[in-house]
């Protein structure tokens, strides 16, 4: 995708997520890929490939979207930066280390829009306190339970991103992956810890094998700047 310096832009976002999660299959899963802790500065990695080589689950959505967006790689990492930090700071405490605060921070800066699907879905609320060194917090949100996902799966379209809802009281969500239509099929790329590395699978028969509480799903904007 890259052509002196240049990313090629005309398809539309769907179609770019779509190309350039494909090119990352294979790719090794990394564990812990980013730098900076509570008691450790925060360093910015822009890995336009991957870090290390490969992605966790995080860093492999977060690449893809920065890369569909970007006209160049300047514009990867500008965009890359408002993804993983809020506000764009890149700071450990602005790290969106929690799920429904990447979706609903990447809404309000016009990336993202999380998907509502009405009475489908049921109302979660927690008091997250699994990073060491952030306070408590509390967090409601929407998600689709897996028994349920075949009531919307015709709204699904590729390039969804879609996040699997913990069954934890202190955690909102543990996985996420990029969802890819395939006519009726519904497939999804993702970081698999499992599996060593970034697969294609059959959406259902993820959803067979892990426990979750339900699934959230948000779409990449058209338009984002």
């Keep these: 995708m890259l052509e002196s310096g240049k990313m090629k832009r005309a398809q539309p976002v769907a179609a770019r997520v779509e190309t350039i999660s494909r090119q990352f299959l294979g790719r090794p899963y990394v564990t812990n890929p980013l730098i900076g802790s509570a008691n450790t500065p925060e360093v910015f990695i822009a890995g336009i490939n991957g870090i290390r080589g490969g992605f966790d689950c995080v860093t492999y959505v977060e690449t893809v979207i920065a890369r569909s967006y970007a006209r160049n790689t300047k514009n990867y990492a500008s965009f890359l930066r408002r993804i993983r930090y809020e506000s764009g700071r890149v700071d450990w405490k602005r790290r969106n280390h929690y799920m429904t605060n990447w979706i609903r921070n990447n809404a309000a ?94 959406l259902s028969s993820f959803l067979k094998a892990n426990r979750m509480a339900g699934v959230i799903l948000a779409r990449p904007v058209e338009q984002a700047q």
């Design 109 to 202: 800066a016009g990336l993202v829009q999380q998907l509502n699907f009405g009475r489908t879905s049921i109302s979660k609320q927690r008091e997250l306190n699994m990073v060491p060194g952030l306070p408590p917090q509390k967090q409601r949100f929407s998600c689709v339970p897996k028994r349920r996902l075949g009531r919307i799966a015709r709204d699904i379209q590729s390039g969804d991103l879609i996040f699997f809802a913990s069954t934890r009281p202190h955690l909102d969500v543990y996985h996420c992956g990029i969802v890819i239509r395939d006519g009726e099929r519904l497939l999804m790329r993702h970081a698999a810890r499992s599996q060593g590395g970034v697969v294609e699978q059959d």
